[in-house]
Structure formats: structure tokens, C-alpha cells
């Protein structure tokens, strides 16, 4: 379907919707009642599914209502070749109670010394591999096999230009002398910034932008784009620190100031096509993650969407949604909309028995972010 009458289709869903007050004079629009909007089956460009009984456990929240998942590498050891990454793909897709035609995984690969070129491309040209990533080593979870400067895989990201496979980015320093909040921007102005310039054919994603440093970059440069993550868009780290310390919003690179948030906003409900949804959704047992050295990871896949929304709605941009999370992400990574759709209700009461916890096989359990705007949000396939 042409990407106009998918936005047009979007705007009549809205139109029809936002109907006369009651108590308002005849033809003159009054508030809104109720909220409903149908859109393209979304696609998640970033996710974390794990392995084993956490895979098992978290797969299907984000095969339920995601058509692409980008998948992430970083497990241990981390996914290094086109044979690892095809039999994750296999058990990603045992595990979902969805087959391949609805929900398609598509795999990343770790970006270090021991990538073996001719294997990537032929990963690549197979449709199994949709990327690489990488990590500053030490930077987050399950980083410690990545790299400390872009430019020592020079010879990789040449084959990447040649054959245009996407690089992917988590853009951030690991200087212990930086501010934790200044170390996304330091990365970018440090190794980003100049590969761009180096090499204008290669094609990157910063990862899960969290700065209007981030904004500005991918702007700054036709072959950059920016995944957002929703926790990014709905919080600010005043929610961290300002009401008890809130462990289940630590995350990395970490959520930053208002200000940084407001770029956010403005970008992904610009309809800008460089911007799209990544929910870096990154599950933890609550273990690790309520404990006195918390993992960063923010487990967003069952409700990412519906915070999203609630985002959009807050900011009247509700007609931009589709482009957000259905339309510009598949563009960047080739592939057409969905044709498949999904009816996203604004609730006008809120419901309060939303899931908040879910266990594993092993018995872990798995704190997930984005109750309140779940109980606000009905999500169906039409
Ligand atoms: O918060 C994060 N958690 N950021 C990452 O980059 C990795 C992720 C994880 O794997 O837990
Ligand atoms: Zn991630």
C-alpha cells in the first residue's frame, strides 16, 4: 500500500472519531470522546529476546502486535556469524506462538575483530542478516565484546558500504571522566560524527537516541536515521531520581534531562522518515534488576506501543503515529508497510488490572514498564 494512503486512511480513522460535543452548537467540533486510530502492523527496530526460558517467556510480547524485530546480538557469547544467527532466528520462532508470515525476526550481528566478511554478505544476501552492531565495549550489557573506536573496523564497514548493510550504533562513551548525561553527545561529536564524514556511503542507525545531540546528528547527514525508544519518549530523569528511586526506569544510554525528552518528542512526531520506533526492550529477572547494583534494561515490548501512543495523544500528533512505528523504520530497512493492521482504543476510563509482573519457566520474574498507559490503551488486529 502507497505510504500517502496509508497517512490519509490514518487522518479519515481520526476525523471520524472526533465527533460534536454534545452540549456544542450544531457543526462546530467540540471535545473528543473517545480516541481510536488503525495503523499498519508496527515493526520493532530494536528489541532484546534473550535465550532459554527468558526468550521463551518474552517472545510472544513482542511477536503479538510487531511484524519485523531487530533483533540484538548481545547475548553470551555474543552472535558473531550468518550459522549463529540463523539458528537464533530458529529458536526465536519456536518459541513465538506466531509463524514466520505474521512475526519476522530479523537477526543482528555482533561487531567485532573475529566477523568474517564473506560470511556477513552472504548472511546479508540470504535475508537473514538485517545489520550489525556496534557496542562500545563496557558500555552496557553484554558489551564487553565489543570495540573502543568505530574506525578499527575499518575494512568491515568497506564491505558494509560496498554490499549497503546497515550499521548500527549504541552511541556512547565510556570515558569515566564524562558525566554519565553527557556521553551519548561525546560519542557522537567523537567517533560518530567523523565516520559519517569518512564514509558517506555507510549507511547508520544511532541506536535508541536519548539526547537532541542525537536529533541533530542523524539530521545533520543523508545516510544517518535514529531509532527512539517509548521509555526515552515518556520519561525524563526526574522520574528516575525525583520520587524514590525508580529501578525498572534505568536503562542505557540513560534516560536524560526534559529538555533532551522535548527533542525526542519533536522528532518522532515530526514525521520526519529518518526517525522511527526501536523499544530497546530489554527484559531482566527482577533479581538484577531491583538489587543493590541494578542491570540497565527496561522491559517495554508488551506495552512500548501504548506508551508510545499515550505520547502521540498527549501531543496531538496521533496522525503521525503510523509514521513513527509502522511506516518510516520499514522504509529505512527496505521492506514495504504492512498490510496488516491494528485498532489502537484510547480508553476513556482507565483499566487497573493491568499484568505488571510476569515469571519465567526458571522462576524469574520480570518487572514490565508501561502499566498505567496499557491501562489506558486497547490494542486489537482488526
Ligand atoms: O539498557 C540497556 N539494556 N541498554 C542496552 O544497550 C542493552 C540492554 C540489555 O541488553 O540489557
Ligand atoms: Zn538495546
Known sequence: MAIGAIASMVSVALAEIFGPDLGAPAGTLGHVTSVEIVIPRP??????????EMLDAVVDHTARWFRHALVMPNLTPPVTSTAEAQAYR?????????????????????????????????GWKDGVIGGVKFYPAGATTNSDAGGTNLLDFEATLATMVEFGIPLLVHAE?????LDIFDREAAFLEQQVGPLLA?????????????????????????????SITPHHLSCD???????????ELYCKPVINSAKNRRALVAAATSG??????????????????????????????????????EVFY??????????FVSLNGAVRYGHEPSDDELRLVRNQ??????VELITTAAGDQVRLFGVAEAGRWSVTAV
Open 43 to 52: 515493526d520493532d527496530w530494536h528489541v532484546h529476546l534473550r535465550d532459554d
Open 90 to 122: 530458529v529458536r526465536i520462532l519456536d518459541a513465538a506462538s506466531v509463524g514466520a508470515d505474521t512475526f519476522v525476526p530479523q537477526m543482528t550481528l555482533y561487531l567485532t575483530p573475529t566477523i568474517d566478511v564473506d560470511d556477513l554478505v552472504a
Open 173 to 177: 562513551s565510556t570515558d569515566p571522566t
Open 198 to 226: 569518512y564514509m558517506p556511503e555507510l549507511s547508520v542507525t544511532v541506536e535508541h537516541i536519548s539526547t537532541a545531540a542525537g536529533i541533530d546528528l542523524v539530521n545533520e547527514f543523508d545516510q544517518a536515521y535514529g
Open 237 to 247: 530523569r526526574s522520574d528516575i531520581l525525583a520520587n524514590g528511586l525508580r529501578p
Open 272 to 309: 520526519n522518515p529518518k526517525f522511527f520506533l526501536g523499544t530497546d526492550s530489554a527484559p531482566h529477572p527482577l533479581s538484577q534488576k531491583e538489587a543493590r547494583v541494578a542491570k540497565a534494561g527496561i522491559f517495554n515490548a508488551p506495552y512500548g506501543l501504548q506508551v508510545t501512543a
Open 314 to 323: 498527549d501531543c496531538d500528533a496521533l496522525d503521525q503515529l503510523a509514521a
Open 349 to 354: 476510563s482507565p483499566v487497573d488490572d493491568v
